[in-house]
């Protein structure tokens, strides 16, 4: 009987000093710029509500960008905290990422089905877009451009208002043109590409 109080209390001891260490691990703090993600079709990620089978069919993702959004915050972006002829990993924190799921079309290269980081060069009148083959980088430190495997160059337009955090979306164009649309303060580029 006294030896089963015995490992009673020892196992109630050791379980709770495994439990004081699991409380002494601390979170980590959270971003200022908080991660986001786009989705082509924008219903990709809410496909499991979709009632039909051709519906959720529709609903399934073929293009994600995985990025972290800055705020402007009252700061002049271009040619100032973002400098021209400089390479940008687009957003914060992380480098920004496109996965492919099937093969597309970009700048007139085939582009096998993955995963690309996706750096920008801007200038006053015009953004080119690269995809690189590094991942999971951080910021343009690890940029190397001996790994850009496709470039698009297109012109800025101006945003009527101020867009306060940077933001991406994906939107069908024609049948088999979606544009990737990026915009920040009050500079948007829009770049096309290809499906298969």
């Known amino acids: 009987m ?21 409380n002494a691990q601390e979170f980590d703090q959270m971003d200022n710029s908080t991660m986001d993600r786009a989705y082509y079709p924008s219903n990709a990620p809410k496909r499991t509500f979709e009632k039909s089978e051709k519906a959720k069919k529709q609903a399934e993702p073929q293009i994600r960008v995985t990025y972290s959004r800055p705020a402007k915050k009252g700061r002049e972006v271009f040619g100032k905290l973002l400098k021209f002829g400089k390479a940008w990993r687009v957003g914060a924190n992380e480098s920004t990422e496109i996965l492919f799921v099937n093969d597309v079309t970009f700048g007139g290269k ?6 690309y980081s996706v750096i920008i060069i801007p200038t006053e009148k015009e953004w080119t877009l690269k995809l690189n083959t590094e991942l999971d980088g951080w910021g343009n430190y690890g940029y190397d451009e001996t790994k850009d495997i496709a470039s698009v160059s297109v012109p800025v337009t101006k945003s009527n208002k101020e867009i ?5 979306t994906l939107y069908k164009v024609s049948e088999n043109t979606v544009n990737l649309k990026i915009g920040w303060d009050t500079t948007i580029a829009e770049f096309p590409m ?3």
């Open 2 to 22: 006294k030896t089963s109080n015995l490992l009673t209390t020892v196992s109630l001891t050791f379980v709770m000093l495994i439990s004081l260490n699991v």
């Open 110 to 115: 085939e582009i096998k089905a993955g995963r």
């Open 164 to 168: 306060e955090n940077l933001s991406i």
């Open 194 to 196: 290809t499906l298969k």
